[in-house]
């Protein structure tokens, strides 16, 4: 099965700073790629995604890259802000039909003002 | 629309007994899948239905089940509870053809004691 890892496990910023965070897969057959953003006693919430035919996305301050060819994937926040603070999963989905993610153990960044 | 929710959002259950949790997916979506989130574990996925039928299933001991109704809503079930099975259970909700967006509840807390 597919198997993600994701690094760091927590990262701090200065406010106005760049963070990056970043996750390898396993498996060459996954094509769609989700960032959850989840705070504290929320639920996780999707703030963005790619698949596989693209390499880069950009929404705003947050932007994702991928390289399928070291199944590895990439996201980028900039001019961090307090309200960043969270934990963030990448996930997985293998091209299979299902809908089944399978997550990073996920990033905590906190970032100071 | 109206999001994921998903009922109780807090149980206290006793080891031995069974509970059963409940989510209504977003309007339109068809696809409901479950996971399990734990501090030590991360995000690991419990099963996913799609139309009234499950099509995968993760590596979870039997006592995990689950069923989807005709309008979408989902539920699952855990027998014979155990310490172990103290977590926070979301559900995500998807449209399941061809659209690999998923939506979170915000997850029922289960505290076996």
């Known amino acids: 099965g597919e198997n993600v890892e994701q690094h760091p496990s927590t990262l701090s910023v200065q406010e106005g700073d760049s963070a990056v965070i970043k996750c390898t897969y396993s498996d060459s057959a996954s094509n769609y790629f989700p960032w959850y953003k989840q705070e504290l006693g929320k639920r996780p919430q999707l703030i963005i995604d790619?698949?596989?035919?693209?390499g880069e996305k950009k929404d705003q301050r947050i932007a994702v890259t991928l390289n399928k060819t070291a199944k590895h994937f990439s996201l980028h926040i900039t001019e961090t802000q307090p309200e960043d603070s969270a934990v963030y999963f990448c996930a997985a989905r293998m091209n299979s039909g299902y809908s089944t993610l399978t997550f990073g153990k996920g990033t905590m960044l906190l970032v100071s003002p | 629309k109206a999001g994921v929710t998903q009922t109780p959002r807090y149980l206290i259950k006793t080891r031995g007994q069974q509970v059963t949790l409940s989510c209504s997916p977003i309007?339109?979506?068809?696809?409901v899948s479950w996971y399990q989130q734990t501090p030590g574990q991360g995000l690991q996925f419990l099963f996913e239905y799609f139309s009234e039928t499950q099509r995968n299933k993760g590596n979870f001991p039997g006592r995990f089940s689950g069923r989807q109704f005709s309008n979408s809503r989902s539920e699952m079930n855990v027998s014979t509870l155990e310490l172990g099975d103290s977590a926070l259970y979301l559900c995500?909700?998807?449209?399941?053809?061809?659209?690999?967006?998923?939506?979170f509840g915000p997850g029922t807390r289960l505290t076996v004691t």
């Open positions: 309007s339109g979506h068809r696809s």
């Open positions: 790619i698949r596989s035919n693209v």
């Open positions: 995500a909700s998807s449209l399941g053809m061809g659209s690999y967006e998923q939506y």
